[in-house]
């Protein structure tokens, strides 16, 4: 079946950027998505990608798209330990909006 | 303005027993997902439900079922109840139909499950 692989730990600095790496197979993604879950918390849209998207910045927030290696990179600017948290990336299966497929997630730890 | 609400925060059942979760979606979405979140996993999608049809369901059993009402609200409903079920419930509202690319999926805090 369809699937989304991603690291599952990442360990930063404070003021480092983090750069989070996911790896999906659908290759009728529409649109993909990272998400950040707190712990004890439900999950937060931190960003999404159209699939004819290269490239999208959202502040802090950097998404690279390489949709013939079916790679997506969540990079973060100066990262700090409030961005400390498990980071999931999503696909859509090709546009449904019912149906994501999460990967496991990264925990993302941010040292001082 | 609200966001998906859900209840109740924690539950906890013994196994063979039944529950029923409660989601409430966000204003102005008329369609809810469920999806299953074990410890250290990502979710999975459950199914989801629009006008008061299951529309869409992903690998689970029938003791999974779920009901919408005419408010849009929603439940899961899990039968005769598996130490596997432990899990956090995450509910999620969109709007139907939608074609732009602002259109997307907003997650509650959950439900956790624990069943002994």
Known sequence: GEDVEQSLFLSVREGDSSVINCTYTDSSSTYLYWYKQEPGAGLQLLTYIFSNMDMKQDQRLTVLLNKKDKHLSLRIADTQTGDSAIYFCASDYGGSQGNLIFGKGTKLSVKP | ?116
Request: aromatic share 12%; net charge negative.
């Open chain 2, 1 to 116: 303005d609200a966001g998906v609400t859900q209840s109740p925060t924690h539950l906890i059942k013994t196994r063979g027993q039944q529950v029923t979760l409660r989601c409430s979606p966000k204003s102005g979405h008329d369609t809810v997902s469920w999806y299953q979140q074990a410890l250290g996993q990502g979710p999975q999608f459950i199914f989801q439900y629009y006008e008061e049809e299951e529309r869409q369901r992903g690998n689970f059993p029938d003791r999974f079922s779920g009901h919408q009402f005419p408010n849009y609200s929603s439940e899961l409903n899990v039968n005769a109840l598996l130490l596997g079920d432990s899990a956090l419930y995450l509910c999620a509202s969109t709007e139907a139909g939608l074609t732009t690319f602002t259109d997307t999926q907003y997650f509650g805090p959950g439900t956790r499950l624990t069943v002994l």
